[in-house]
């Protein structure tokens, strides 16, 4: 997913569609000059660049040679573990059960659920409620019932990451699938593992890739098709494989004749898309930087077609009119070209057709029936009836008015009905039934979130927070449907306290070469953070994912040094050394009065203090004989401090280490685990001689404290890259945060104790008045009251359902406390927010010291007569506060300027008259900001100069 889904995109999406924080109204042929193109360009492409670095540098790919072949067997073996293991799992009870998000709610956001990256999305040819979709890092899934809901179907495979689906026309039944994600950049892609065949509908698989020397060695294969003429044919086409140089090598299109029993290798270019002349053997390939070749015997030989194509970027997507074969655009980068005649000369048609980030969302379809009308997705998608020549936006920008996720990789026209196709965008899929009137949001149960991290409440395992790849910040109480809770675009690390669990904190992109921290102060609920002050930390070497953790009211986080803070605090203190890189994992742990903590870094050097919770700790390199590599986790045992365990994100030599003398003396241990990277260890706090560790194919377990280790996967997906693992004694659960699908918990055996309830409830406010819809439970008991405390002074309801008017505009907690038939209570808190009127502008004059709190809306009004022109609408803040600004009129927003300041400005040259409604939201508290609203109306007395 990428890097302007929402306004968590920050500067990246602010800089590519308001151009420095100017939002101007788009038009269809709207393009910026040269030279900000370039530097949107750069801007945008960071966030991308630097979750792929990201990737590789955590696992080492770049030095690795075979990384895919090594992933493959070991995902293999797993496979063939858990099968084996499967009645011992489920006769013990400790199989892995689904947390979500299934999907995520937006809130208030038009476009409604969202899900992940889509790659792909196959309908049936005849029957558009039967769709398969191939996501990013989550496998495929397939719906029966236009999308109402959706069923996984490659959890056995044991790769996650789709790249293409080809359903065969005439057998329906026979689905072709090509793993890899274009998109993971670099040897980021290194999951795929070639192709699979299902010929009874995606219920079973088998892979389709031959073996030495006639295999299909593509990790990343783009496209899949079949021949019309010779269903016996297949091409396969895709990016190749991760070398040991750290890049992309052996890009090409294969050629099966014996249905992927044996491959020839017949192209030598990364190609995206091949298609098939309807009933012939003719078939074109857009080959990437160079340009379209045409084959006219199945793909055996080929010729280049590439004559008027002047290439620009790294991308070239292809589309053919199913209704004239000779009919075909291309799109690379910013450039859309069309040939009426089948590839021997093409024509420039566009030379904007890319809206930013045209290395990474690309895409391209032709109507089935109207060789003129195509669609065009980069970060919006668009449509053109013209040939291209003129491309109209089919979404708003970025902002609550959305109807679709941006960052486009799928459009697709409908062959059974000509006003309907599909978008598959970074945050799901959306389908439309009347040309992109109105859209209707697919996501349902889909869940292929891919978490960097997740927290556990201390206390109820219900609770559940996690960081995801370009989807935000979220978080679960009750239900599978996930809530944001902060809108920040990659959503990092979490962690809460447990002294106090009201306060959570969340991370997100480094701002200023300062982590990014905000902090709930009310459970974590949507829309109650606020930054945490940077005071005390310097700025650079805080990583891309910068460490965060917490030991009783003490909150720790990392770049080349060690700070720590009050969980309450407004203000850091560097307590280590310089430690020579940045950090990769914090641990600290409170053992009685004593905090004991350990720092692993980057560069493979581990460092300890029996106690960072006193006034000046004294931390120790404990590196020793550690025989070096990326530290990618720490597990202090519970009991004996000294007994440590550390996971080595890398391929060869061993994954897990322990010492039992609080480090410096290192044994590798960890027979059993598979060769490929560890990213979490976790000591069973009820039977530390347990030990779980999560590695990019799934969560193995050992019950002899770390020697031998076997698959502990059962109703998990195989070979799912499982990023972070927590674990608590009472109640006794092991959670996993994944990589491609979510959150997955399991119960494990003994030490249970009663839970409380999960209190939790939603509301819908109309004026003043909320009605309030309860959504708690009790996992072992029953709910026997209810308690609301609705934070205006009013009397206490201990009605299930209530409604309440508010006395007046402003924000309110609301705390709802659920008691069960144990006397255990759960509480949880929610800001409801009630906008004051709208304050009238007037043409020309400033309005001063305006001001509101992190997550306000502040509403104006301008009424602009008939004839204005020149409409300017500006904020201009304080440093370091950031401010949104919208403006509509009547249910239209007319422009967003989301810039990563509160100086916002929005033009609109040729205004309509009527009353403008303008909104101003704080994404941080605004102190004292001005706002200013203009325009010109005709000199009406002397418009024809002196009679």
């Known amino acids: 997913m990428a890097s302007s889904s929402l306004k968590w995109q920050r500067t990246a999406l602010a800089s590519a569609l308001l151009v420095l924080g100017t939002c101007t109204a788009l038009t269809a042929s709207a393009r910026p000059d040269e030279q900000e193109e370039e530097e949107n360009e750069r801007e945008e492409s960071w966030q991308i660049e630097q979750r792929q670095r990201w990737f590789e540098e955590t696992r080492s790919l770049r030095n690795v040679p075979n990384a895919g072949k090594l992933r493959a067997a070991a995902s293999k073996e797993l496979v063939d573990q858990q099968r084996a293991l499967a009645p011992f799992r489920r006769g013990s009870g400790e199989t892995w059960a689904e947390l979500g998000p299934s999907s995520m709610d937006m809130v208030d956001w038009t476009m409604g659920r969202v899900a992940g990256r889509l790659n792909v999305v196959a309908p049936h040819p005849t029957d558009d409620s039967t769709l398969y979709i191939g996501s990013a890092a989550g496998g495929v899934w397939k719906t029966t019932n236009n999308g109402i809901s959706w069923t996984p179907i490659f959890d056995s495979v044991g790769t996650q990451p789709i790249g293409s689906i080809f359903i065969e026309p005439a057998n329906p039944n026979r689905i072709w699938v090509g793993t890899g994600d274009k998109n993971g950049g670099g040897c980021a892609g290194y999951f795929g593992q070639g192709v699979f065949l299902s010929e009874d509908g995606g219920a079973t698989w088998t892979a389709r890739n031959g073996t030495e020397p006639t295999a299909m060695p593509l990790s990343i294969?783009?496209?899949?098709?079949?021949?019309?003429?010779?269903?016996?044919?297949?091409?396969?086409?895709?990016?190749?494989?991760?070398?040991?140089?750290?890049?992309?090598?052996?890009?090409?299109?294969?050629?099966?004749?014996?249905?992927?029993?044996?491959?020839?290798?017949?192209?030598?270019?990364?190609?995206?898309?091949?298609?098939?002349?309807?009933?012939?053997?003719?078939?074109y390939a857009g080959l990437n930087g160079t340009g379209v070749s045409k084959s006219t015997d199945g793909g055996a030989t080929w010729t280049s077609v590439s004559n008027g194509l002047a290439l620009t970027g790294s991308r070239l997507r292809l589309a053919m009119a199913g209704s004239d074969s000779n009919v075909l655009y291309a799109l690379a980068g910013s450039r859309l070209f069309r040939t009426g005649d089948g590839g021997a000369n093409w024509t420039q048609v566009n030379a904007s057709a890319c809206e930013g980030q045209c290395s990474y969302n690309q895409t391209l379809a032709v109507h089935p029936t109207q060789p003129d009308t195509i669609l065009v997705g980069t970060i919006r998608p668009a449509r053109s009836t013209n040939g291209g020549t003129t491309l109209t936006r089919l979404?708003?920008?970025?902002?609550?008015?959305?109807?679709?996720?941006?960052?486009?990789?799928?459009?697709?026209?409908?062959?059974?009905?000509?006003?309907?196709?599909?978008?598959?965008?970074?945050?799901?899929?959306?389908?439309?039934?009347?040309?992109?009137?109105?859209?209707?949001?697919?996501?349902?149960?889909?869940?292929?979130?891919?978490?960097?991290?997740?927290?556990?409440?201390?206390?109820?395992?219900?609770?559940?927070?996690?960081?995801?790849?370009?989807?935000?910040?979220?978080?679960?109480?009750?239900?599978?449907?996930?809530?944001?809770?902060?809108?920040?675009?990659?959503?990092?690390?979490?962690?809460?306290?447990?002294?106090?669990?009201?306060?959570?904190?969340?991370?997100?992109?480094?701002?200023?070469?300062?982590?990014?921290?905000?902090?709930?102060?009310?459970?974590?609920?949507?829309?109650?953070?606020?930054?945490?002050?940077?005071?005390g930390l310097t700025p650079g070497a805080f990583p891309w994912v910068t460490p965060l953790a917490i030991a009783g009211n003490k909150i720790f986080i990392a770049s080349d040094r060690l700070y720590r803070a009050d969980t309450t605090g407004t203000s850091w203190t560097a307590v280590s050394p310089a430690m020579g890189s940045a950090a990769a994992v914090v641990t600290p742990q409170l053992n009685g009065m004593l905090m004991p903590t350990f720092v692993g870094t980057s560069g493979g050097k581990i460092y300890a203090s029996p106690d960072a919770g006193v006034a000046s700790p004294t931390f120790t390199d404990v590196t020793g004989d550690y025989p070096g590599g990326r530290v990618s986790d720490v597990a202090i045992d519970p009991v004996n401090a000294q007994r440590v365990f550390i996971t080595r994100a890398g391929f060869g030599a061993?994954?897990?280490?322990?010492?039992?003398?609080?480090?410096?003396?290192?044994?590798?241990?960890?027979?059993?685990?598979?060769?490929?990277?560890?990213?979490?260890?976790?000591?069973?706090?009820?039977?530390?001689?347990?030990?779980?560790?999560?590695?990019?194919?799934?969560?193995?377990?050992?019950?002899?404290?770390?020697?031998?280790?076997?698959?502990?996967?059962?109703?998990?997906?195989?070979?799912?890259?499982?990023?972070?693992?927590?674990?608590?004694?009472?109640?006794?659960?092991?959670?996993?945060?994944?990589?491609?699908?979510?959150?997955?918990?399991?119960?494990?055996?003994?030490?249970?104790?009663?839970?409380?309830?999960?209190?939790?409830?939603?509301?819908?406010?109309?004026?003043?008045?909320?009605?309030?819809?309860?959504?708690?439970?009790?996992?072992?008991?029953?709910?026997?009251?209810?308690?609301?405390?609705?934070?205006?002074?009013?009397?206490?309801?201990?009605?299930?359902?209530?409604?309440?008017?508010?006395?007046?505009?402003?924000?309110?907690?609301?705390?709802?406390?659920?008691?069960?038939?144990?006397?255990?209570?759960?509480?949880?808190?929610?800001?409801?927010?009630?906008?004051?009127?709208?304050?009238?502008?007037?043409?020309?004059?400033?309005?001063?010291?305006?001001?509101?709190?992190?997550?306000?809306?502040?509403?104006?009004?301008?009424?602009?007569?008939?004839?204005?022109?020149?409409?300017?609408?500006?904020?201009?803040?304080?440093?370091?506060?950031?401010?949104?600004?919208?403006?509509?009129?009547?249910?239209?927003?007319?422009?967003?300027?989301?810039?990563?300041?509160?100086?916002?400005?929005?033009?609109?040259?040729?205004?309509?008259?009527?009353?403008?409604?303008?909104?101003?939201?704080?994404?941080?508290?605004?102190?004292?900001?001005?706002?200013?609203?203009?325009?010109?109306?005709?000199?009406?007395?002397?418009?024809?100069?002196?009679?």
Request: glycine share 10%; hydrophobic share 35%.
């Open 654 to 947: 061993s994954r897990l280490y322990r010492s039992t003398q609080g480090g410096t003396t290192w044994v590798a241990v960890g027979a059993g685990l598979p060769n490929v990277p560890a990213n979490s260890v976790a000591i069973d706090p009820i039977n530390t001689n347990r030990i779980f560790v999560a590695t990019d194919v799934g969560v193995y377990e050992s019950t002899d404290g770390g020697d031998n280790f076997v698959a502990f996967a059962e109703g998990m997906p195989a070979g799912v890259v499982v990023q972070d693992l927590e674990i608590d004694d009472s109640p006794h659960t092991l959670t996993a945060g994944t990589y491609a699908r979510g959150a997955w918990r399991v119960v494990l055996a003994g030490g249970n104790a009663a839970l409380p309830p999960t209190a939790n409830f939603s509301f819908a406010n109309t004026g003043l008045d909320s009605t309030f819809t309860n959504s708690s439970i009790d996992s072992d008991g029953t709910i026997t009251g209810y308690s609301w405390n609705f934070g205006d002074g009013s009397a206490v309801s201990t009605q299930t359902n209530p409604t309440h008017t508010f006395p007046a505009p402003g924000r309110y907690t609301v705390t709802l406390t659920a008691t069960d038939n144990n006397g255990q209570t759960g509480s949880y808190a929610r800001v409801l927010r009630f906008p004051a009127p709208p304050i009238p502008l007037v043409n020309g004059v400033t309005l001063s010291n305006q001001h509101g709190l992190q997550g306000d809306d502040l509403y104006y009004t301008l009424d602009v007569p008939n004839g204005a022109a020149n409409l300017v609408i500006s904020t201009t803040g304080m440093a370091n506060e950031d401010a949104d600004l919208y403006v509509k009129l009547g249910n239209e927003t007319l422009c967003t300027s989301a810039g990563a300041t509160a100086d916002e400005t929005c033009t609109i040259a040729a205004p309509a008259s009527g009353q403008y409604t303008i909104i101003v939201n704080a994404y941080s508290d605004l102190t004292s900001f001005t706002i200013t609203a203009s325009y010109t109306v005709p000199d009406r007395l002397f418009a024809n100069g002196f009679d």
């Open 395 to 535: 979404t708003d920008t970025w902002g609550n008015t959305q109807e679709v996720h941006q960052d486009t990789h799928v459009v697709l026209f409908s062959r059974n009905d000509p006003n309907r196709f599909w978008i598959g965008s970074d945050g799901g899929i959306w389908r439309t039934d009347n040309n992109g009137v109105s859209w209707a949001n697919m996501n349902a149960n889909v869940n292929i979130t891919q978490f960097y991290d997740i927290a556990v409440h201390p206390v109820d395992p219900n609770i559940v927070f996690g960081g995801a790849q370009d989807n935000s910040s979220s978080g679960r109480r009750t239900s599978l449907l996930w809530e944001l809770t902060f809108a920040s675009g990659d959503g990092f690390m979490n962690a809460i306290d447990p002294t106090n669990p009201s306060i959570v904190f969340q991370t997100s992109y480094p701002q200023g070469q300062l982590p990014n921290i905000v902090r709930s102060n009310d459970g974590g609920s949507p829309g109650s953070y606020s930054g945490m002050p940077t005071t």
């Open 221 to 283: 294969v783009n496209s899949v098709v079949v021949s019309p003429t010779d269903s016996n044919v297949i091409l396969a086409g895709g990016a190749g494989s991760c070398s040991a140089a750290g890049a992309l090598s052996g890009a090409g299109v294969f050629r099966s004749t014996d249905r992927g029993l044996t491959w020839t290798r017949v192209l030598s270019n990364n190609v995206e898309d091949m298609i098939f002349v309807p009933g012939t053997s003719t078939v």
